[in-house]
């Protein structure tokens, strides 16, 4: 689904809903990950968590390269899903996503898995993202997401996954664009300013389409589509 939350509009004060088939991304992009991921399960060090492996500067460069000089957006992250009860997977996801569909995605079975919680990135920079799953809570994809690590709930991430190992993805990197049934956009939050929507309940909007332009008070930047659809409540 499609949040713009914290709109300074009142048109978009609320959630909303964008439910709709998801334009296929920068081919360059899957590509330049199934390189990384070819790599590691090449190296002698293949061990070494996947998540190093996707969350490197290289990445934001290549954002930057398609921001600079082909105009695009970002709007789908390269993700790791590893941890507990799964094998590890990595996917190019939509912003916006939702973690509890990717997981779903990646085989887990969520509403037998409230001995789980899932943390964003790694054992020791991270945050909880679901702290049971199976409640109906959930947590979306972020411009920041790198990892969905699955850890036991009530677990220190940094004391006992410390040392935790990854053999990498079977199947290589696997694209979830087209596979997501919704997603959910904020046009703001933390430190950053609400964008002045540009869109309202009920258009019609395209992949990549700008719908929140950054406002001039503080710091804000501008939000772009991540799906092709209709607006509707949540």
């Known amino acids: 689904m499609l949040t713009a939350v914290g709109s300074s509009t009142s048109a978009l004060s609320s959630s909303f809903s964008l439910k709709a088939p998801l334009a296929i991304s ?6 330049y990950a199934q390189l990384l991921v070819d790599f590691y399960s090449r190296s002698p060090h293949a061990s ?4 190093l492996a996707i969350d490197l500067p290289r ?24 941890g507990e009860e799964t ?31 899932v943390v964003q990135r790694g054992p020791y920079l991270n945050e909880m993202a679901i702290e049971e799953l199976g409640t109906g809570d959930d947590a979306y994809v972020r411009n920041t ?49 609400p964008a002045e929507v540009l869109v309202s309940e009920g258009d019609e909007v395209e992949y990549e389409q700008k719908i929140g332009e950054p406002v001039e008070k503080g710091f804000s930047v501008g939000v772009w589509a991540s799906a092709g659809g209709a607006l509707s409540p949540p």
Do not use: Q, W
């Open 145 to 193: 997401t790198n990892a969905l690590l699955l850890i036991r709930k009530g677990a220190t991430p940094y004391k006992e996954y410390a040392d935790i190992k990854t053999e990498p993805p079977k199947e290589g990197l696997v694209s979830l664009v087209g596979k997501i049934s919704g997603i959910h956009l904020p046009l703001g939050g933390a430190f950053l300013e």
């Open 59 to 82: 990445f934001s460069l290549f954002n930057v390269y398609n921001a600079l000089f082909l105009g695009k957006p970002t709007t789908t992250k390269f993700i790791t899903v590893y």
């Open 26 to 31: 920068n081919a360059v992009g899957r590509l």
């Open 48 to 51: 070494i968590t996947c998540a």
């Open 87 to 117: 094998d590890t997977k990595v996917y190019e996801v939509p912003i916006g996503a939702s973690m509890t569909e990717v997981l779903r995605i990646a085989g887990m079975d969520i509403e037998n898995c409230g001995h789980l919680s």
